[in-house]
């Protein structure tokens, strides 16, 4: 199989993280946390070094207020849902995936709070800024936006709407699900208060696990309640972090295999990997726009401008009906609307959907040459 479909998780796994989380059941096979004994205090230590480590990949100095999520979703959802919740105006881009859309939906339907969308101007960072300052009012908390589309690869000036939620008071929220362990993230210097991040993409960790970073902890709230290990005694759930968010016990294996996963990045370079993989795609995108046949959404990526991910399709087919031409080649992409409908009905692909390729870390120039040479000889057909 050739897989092209890392923005939805990346595969395979390397060796190293692989070991790790093997490893986890053999010797951090305790419950973290939860007792005294030598494996638990041992488990415990191994997630507290992987907070620790995790923490400082985001340039997040508060090491506490890195919290372990199940996903990126989830993390998401506990920002929105607990700023939404009290009221006031978030501004999302209109390449946003649905699990930043959804919970806003909900907040609105539910009279809790607004939302509006600003425009995103493909490889003009300025105009870009431009359409979220627009869209700013006095009630407006939040400022919530995507690293990089899933579907387009399309990405937003992050530092620039850093500076300008900064300049305005507003606090910012950047979903981190394509840009994790390309794009290098310093919390402390750019200013931005919220990052969210899944394990299983660029962080080359395994599924089931995601990331919160949090520099304004105040304006978080639980959003589930149970065991943490801690006050036992009280019926009240606790106030701090990471314990207020992380009831329940907690993916030991998959936290090993996360860790072991951005040490892989830490090794490799963020910048490096994120060069080869824009290189791939300039490839791919370049072989495809000489088709004939091939219909592309997007210009050319580059790698300030965009992610590894280009969509497209076969003549008149659908996003789905390429996707499966493909994958009877023995193609991995993915086909559809990619949960964004808003990416979708911005590119007008809202009637038939994309067929996305994305490139990530084990991806070869051999794996290229030859999903170019499936392409080539579907798109004489279609």
Same mark, same amino acid.
């Given at each position: ?145 995507? @690293?990089?589309? /899933? *579907?387009? %690869? =399309? ?7 850093? +500076?300008?939620?900064? !300049? ?79 009831? @329940?016990?907690? /993916? *030991?294996? %998959? =936290? ?7 040490? +892989?990045?830490?090794? !490799? ?114």
């Amino acid at each position: 199989m050739l897989y092209f479909d890392n923005a939805a998780t990346s595969y395979p796994k390397p060796v190293e993280v692989r070991k790790a989380v093997e490893e986890s059941f053999y010797s951090f096979g305790a419950n973290p946390g939860r007792s005294g004994h030598k494996m638990g205090m041992e488990t415990a230590r191994k997630v507290f070094d992987s907070r620790e480590k995790i923490a400082d990949f985001f340039g997040l100095s508060e090491s506490e207020n890195l919290v372990f999520t199940k996903n990126c979703t989830e993390a998401l959802n506990i920002v929105l849902m607990s700023i939404g919740s009290e009221g006031g105006h978030i501004i999302i881009s209109d390449l946003e995936h649905n699990s930043v859309l959804r919970p806003l939906f909900e907040l609105k339907k539910q009279g809790k709070a607004d939302f509006s969308v600003a425009e995103v101007f493909e490889s003009e960072p300025e105009k870009t800024v431009e359409s979220f300052k627009k869209h700013i009012r006095k009630d407006t908390k939040l400022i919530a936006a995507t @690293g990089a589309s /899933n *579907v387009f %690869g =399309i990405k937003l000036p992050v530092k620039k709407l850093a +500076k300008l939620a900064c !300049e305005n008071g507003i606090m910012l929220l950047v979903d981190m699900a394509q840009t994790a362990g390309t794009m290098k993230m310093d919390m402390d210097e750019t200013g931005v208060d919220f990052v969210c991040a899944p394990g299983h993409k660029g962080l080359l960790g395994p599924m089931g696990t995601g990331i919160l970073a949090a520099k304004k902890p105040e304006f978080l709230k639980p959003h589930l309640f149970g065991g943490t290990g801690t006050y036992s005694l009280f019926p009240e759930q606790p106030a701090g972090l990471p314990e207020m968010l992380e009831s @329940g016990t907690l /993916n *030991v294996p %998959g =936290i090993c295999g996360l860790s072991a996963g951005i040490e +892989k990045v830490l090794a !490799e370079g963020e910048e490096n990997i994120e060069k080869r993989e824009i290189e791939l795609a300039k490839f791919i995108y370049s072989e495809l726009s000489d088709m004939n046949k091939i219909k592309l959404f997007t210009l050319p990526p580059e790698t300030k401008t965009h992610a590894p991910v280009i969509s497209f399709v076969f003549g008149d087919l659908s996003g789905e009906e390429t996707s499966a031409l493909l994958s009877e080649k023995g193609v991995a992409s993915r086909g559809g609307f990619h949960c964004a409908a808003l990416a979708h009905q911005k590119m007008g692909t809202e009637n038939r959907g994309t067929c996305r390729l994305s490139i990530g870390y084990m991806n070869t120039p051999e794996q290229v040459l030859k999903l170019i040479g499936i392409i080539h000889g579907l798109s004489k057909k279609y």
